[in-house]
């Protein structure tokens, strides 16, 4: 995947990642390039690849430890949580702080998704 983050229209990063779009946890490789001509890198984008959809979001966020807690309400689609651990102590650590995070805001299976919030723009 690669996407264009805009936030709050000062600062821009161009985003590649690769993750299984599979249900529950799963471990994604990314780069984040920093950009500083964004509208530039826009017009690259939109005419080499397209623009599939738009994702507009409100994030909060809380950082525990290794973990990036967000509440993501998301336009057109309503509120999520995300928890995304970093693996700095390892995969074991890792696995340990999700399922603790899974286990304290509540998080049943049948509640969690696969894919990201363009997958579920563009199935709409």
């Known amino acids: 995947r690669l ?3 805009e936030i709050n229209g000062r600062t821009f990063e161009l985003i590649y990642y690769r993750r299984k779009n599979i249900k529950g946890s799963r471990y994604s ?3 984040i390039v920093p950009l500083e001509e ?3 890198m826009k017009t690259v984008c939109r005419d080499i690849f397209g623009i599939k959809a738009v994702v507009r979001k409100n994030r ?3 950082l525990l430890k290794n973990a990036r807690i967000h509440i993501d309400v998301v336009k057109g689609l309503g ?6 651990v970093i693996v700095t102590q390892g995969k074991r650590q890792a696995n340990r702080l999700m399922k603790l995070l899974i286990a304290e805001f509540g998080i049943k299976k049948r509640a969690v998704i696969a894919g990201s919030y363009i997958d579920l723009v563009l199935s709409k």
């Open 38 to 40: 964004p509208d530039s």
């Open 3 to 5: 996407k264009l983050r």
């Open 60 to 62: 909060m966020l809380y």
């Open 29 to 31: 490789d990314y780069v």
């Open 79 to 84: 509120t999520f949580v995300e928890f995304e």
